[in-house]
């Protein structure tokens, strides 16, 4: 993925998501504090107009400010009340601050209700108004302290502090989930689109392959039988030579016969099979060779794998790895074990020889390409085109104790 599409397929999202988290959170948070004091504003309110009747009516009976405010000292809603008179002197009060008392000159913004800040914390004023004898006029101030209001708002920004991590985490796992997925997508699809090329190139060149074979077989076969009479008929100066030359003949029809032979599509003829009968035909094809070079071939015994496959064609792409390995080996011994694994079955073989670059690993896999000077590079092509086609795939890497070791994984047998 470029750094463009990341950036706009997660980091800007991710962004966005976080700016919207927090604005709706700063704009709940906003909400819940205007409502929360209107709703206090009303209740004081409320209470200063009951509490400024009661007042007007006992200080006319000549109760004394002090006295009458004592009466409501201990109202737990109310954090502090006061009397003050029309020249700003404070006639009584009584507060919940121990000894202070938080109150402040109106605003000429609100003449009824404000709030202030104080040491113990902010603080809404109400006032109300009232007449009292002589025609006097006093102002019951009551305060109530919204320290309650900004503990909620402070519980309310932790816990949406605490609800964005949580929700951050599990955002990160989702997108870093639809990444992986993503990315495994985007393998797949070029996965699938190079295989596709692949296949395209293939069968061109399967095409290409069977027209130059028809057009050469013929010709061939004209020489081959041309060589025959030849050394029939000709001296015996000559004769050597035109066997030579019919045995070369020959030699090329084969090879045209085997290009053809890989680029066939494959029939498959699937049956329940042990993978030990496999590696049984492969090794018992093989072995004329083993002897040859004085290689010899270990079995190693497996826990007896069992899987669907075509027996011929699988123990052909076994032999052609086996066939590799004692090309490659100048001694030591090639080694084959069949297992279970997560996958299936897992079949390995192990040779001595000198090992394959790591450049050339998965370039040996491909048609046509060998490392050997007389190769033809279709044995190790033919063997994966098989493992392919059964749903498996195979592998080559360095052997620990030198040499290489060829990986097949197939499908078990299923139920």
């Not at 470029?2 to 397929?9: G, K, Q, S």
């Not at 202070?100 to 809404?124: H, N």
């Not at 985490?169 to 870093?176: E, I, K, P, Q, T």
Request: charged share 25%.
């Amino acid at each position: 993925m470029r750094r463009r599409e990341f950036w706009a397929f997660f980091i800007l999202p991710a962004a966005g998501i976080i700016v919207l988290f927090f604005l709706q959170s700063a704009l709940s948070r906003e909400f819940l504090k205007r409502k929360t004091e209107a709703l206090v504003r009303e209740q004081l309110t409320a209470s200063a107009r009951i509490l400024a009747a009661e007042f007007e009516e006992r200080l006319k009976e000549g109760v004394l400010p002090q006295t009458a405010l004592d009466r409501y000292s201990g109202e737990t809603d109310i954090y502090f009340l006061a009397l003050v008179d029309e020249s700003g002197n404070v006639l009584g009060w009584s507060s919940q601050f121990e000894g202070y008392l938080p109150i402040a000159g109106r605003p000429a913004s609100d003449p009824e209700s404000w709030a202030i800040d104080s040491p113990a914390g902010t603080i809404l004023n109400v006032v109300r108004t009232f007449p009292a004898k002589e025609g006097r006029i006093y102002s019951l101030y009551l305060g109530y302290s919204l320290s309650r209001l900004d503990e909620m708002l402070a519980y309310s920004r932790r816990s949406a502090l605490l609800l964005f991590g949580a929700l951050g985490a599990v955002g990160l796992l989702l997108f870093s989930g639809i990444y992986r997925m993503h990315r495994a997508s985007l393998a797949r699809t070029e996965e699938a689109a190079g295989e596709r090329q692949e296949k395209e190139r293939f069968r061109e060149l399967s095409g290409f392959t069977a027209g130059i074979a028809h057009e050469i077989k013929n010709p061939l076969n004209s020489l081959a039988l041309l060589c025959e009479m030849m050394e029939k008929n000709a001296p015996d100066v000559l004769a050597g030579d035109a066997a030579l030359g019919r045995i070369e003949v020959q030699k090329i029809s084969r090879i045209l016969d085997r290009f053809s032979a890989v680029l066939r599509p494959l029939d498959l003829r699937l049956e329940t099979i042990e993978a030990d009968a496999v590696i049984g035909d492969a090794v018992e094809a093989a072995s004329p060779a083993a002897v040859s070079k004085g290689i010899p071939i270990r079995r190693e015994p497996g826990s007896g794998p069992r899987l669907r496959a075509d027996r011929g064609l699988l123990a052909q792409a076994l032999f052609n790895i086996v066939r590799n390995g004692l090309e490659a080996s100048a001694d030591g011994e090639i080694v084959i074990r069949a297992e279970k694994n997560k996958a299936g079955v897992l079949i390995s073989v192990e040779d001595s020889g000198p090992g394959i670059p790591a450049a050339d690993r998965e370039r040996i896999f491909e048609p046509f390409f060998s490392t050997k000077a007389d190769g033809l590079g279709v044995g190790l092509f033919l063997a994966r085109k098989i493992v392919e086609a059964h749903g498996g795939r195979i592998s080559a890497a360095e052997r620990r104790s030198g040499g290489s070791v060829f990986r097949i994984e197939l499908p078990g047998e299923k139920g």
